[in-house]
């Protein structure tokens, strides 16, 4: 069985938003909310815990380019910014990819706990009911 070549190693540059020495940004293929974006770094490495200081350096600074792409274009009240670090988190692409989520008042029913919600039963600490 032959493996198929990385999709971000492979990303057409029409794609590219932004990018650095080290890094892109792009849009999201299967966005969660518009403007749902991605910052990439250029070599194929998958976890965050492996890169570089340059490379975290350069990512940071996308991140804020991307959000400030963004908020000029939609203006959305807050973000979710998150990585998933290894398949046991849920990392499909074996590529490391911080996501930049826009969101917006009202896109849920309830935002608290964000991110929190990865695991369900350990989200809404506030109520007391966790399971």
């Avoid at 749902?36 to 965050?48: A, F, Q």
Wanted: aromatic share 8%.
């Amino acid at each position: 069985m032959t493996e198929r070549p990385c999709l971000f190693c492979t990303l057409p540059r029409k794609r590219v938003l932004g990018e650095n020495a080290h890094a892109v940004w792009i849009r999201d293929g299967f966005p969660v909310s518009p403007g749902h974006s991605l910052v990439i770094p250029k070599r194929h490495i998958g976890s965050y815990f492996d890169t570089s200081e340059a490379e975290r350096t350069a990512m940071h600074a996308l991140l804020v380019e991307a959000k400030r792409a963004v908020d000029a274009e939609l203006g959305p009240q807050g973000y979710n910014i998150g990585v998933n670090d290894s398949l046991a988190a849920g990392q499909t692409v074996p590529h490391l990819h911080i996501h930049l989520i826009p969101r917006y008042a009202g896109d849920v029913a309830d935002p608290r706990g964000g991110v929190r919600w990865v695991i369900p039963g350990k989200a809404d600490y506030w109520s007391g009911q966790q399971s």
